[in-house]
């Protein structure tokens, strides 16, 4: 993988009790197949998956973030719908219903910005509101 684009990502985590935020600059890939956007990049101990492998692959009105390594997940976000998917944490795996709210991106072969905005319940439980944005800047 050519880490050649900035990749700064800032997520806000938000449950009934707090919320938590997380910042990650790093390196990565970024390009354009078959009309989808990815971005790629090594996960670090900021994230709380250090050592693993994120990739983001971004369609017009959805986005997969599919994590490679020691805890293997992939999110299905889609704007107004629900999708069931496997997260694996250190903890153990957990099946989540992550509801896709709004999907927003500005990219080109340059770059650009993604938001991410999408709700998290597990057997209809409320867990958490996550919003992520994440901007890429060629080197």
Known sequence: MQENYLIQLNASITTEDDTETVELTTTGAFYIKDGKYYVCYKESSATGFEGSMTTIKICENSANITRYGDHPSI?????????????????GALILEIIGVKIKHN?????????????????????????????????
């Open 75 to 91: 999110l299905s976000i889609e704007e107004g719908v629900t999708n069931i998917c496997n997260y694996e944490t250190v903890a």
């Open 107 to 139: 990219l080109s072969e340059k770059g650009g910005d993604i938001s991410l905005s999408y709700t998290i319940n597990s057997s209809g439980m409320f867990i958490s509101e996550n919003n992520i944005t994440i901007n890429i800047k060629e080197l």
